[in-house]
């Protein structure tokens, strides 16, 4: 079995059912050592960047380049995996979970609840805690 194989083979009900391999946005946001992984099409990034500057590092991979840029993709920290409606999310998700990365989220709810979670009133209360 390769890992592929066994990344899925190991998604069971449980696996599902409690929710692990899914994170809010403004939970993802609370935790420490993060990078936000944007996987859209270079166009949608071009489009509308991501900065997060005051939130966590950002890095812009599109899903089709993530096999040959996979090493720009650090292991030691939690990885939050975003796409503008979940498909490419999780996708690389899986793809990630089989190349050896244990702490890896799909970022729910695409752009609405990210942007929501940096309107001024939240971003001025992170930056004044």
Known sequence: MNELEQVISDMDFRYFGNGEH???IEQFFAAEN???LDVRAKE???TVKLSLSHHCPVIEIPTNEIPKRINEI???KTI???CSAGVRATIIFVYLKSK???DVKI????YP???AAVMPGKLYKKLNK
């Open 34 to 36: 993060i990078v936000f």
């Open 74 to 76: 650090p292991k030691d």
């Open 80 to 82: 939050g995996v975003f």
């Open 113 to 115: 609840p990210l942007m």
């Open 100 to 102: 050896g990365y244990k």
């Open 107 to 110: 970022i729910l709810g695409g």
């Open 44 to 46: 949608e990034q071009e």
């Open 22 to 24: 899914k994170v809010e």
